[in-house]
């Protein structure tokens, strides 16, 4: 990003011509923020001790 903006390098360009498309539905935020982990699972983006303990307790099937 330059100056709130976009700035895509024309390598990522070349290889992924659907990239430009896909960012420019993401809403560039005015003020600063810190980033932050979010778990998409979530309301507000942290993960209960409840569902990290069924996560870990219950493994999912891998997928190659």
């Not at 700035?7 to 430009?20: G, K, R, V």
């Not at 005015?30 to 069924?54: Q, T, V």
Request: glycine share 2%; proline share 9%.
């Amino acid at each position: 990003m330059i100056d709130f903006q976009w700035n895509i390098p024309w390598q990522l360009q070349a290889q992924f011509p659907s990239l430009e498309k896909i960012v420019e539905f993401i809403v560039i935020p005015l003020e600063h923020r810190p980033d932050k982990l979010m778990w998409c699972d979530s309301k507000f983006g942290d993960i209960p001790l409840k569902n990290a303990y069924h996560i870990k307790d219950h493994p999912t099937q891998k997928i190659h």
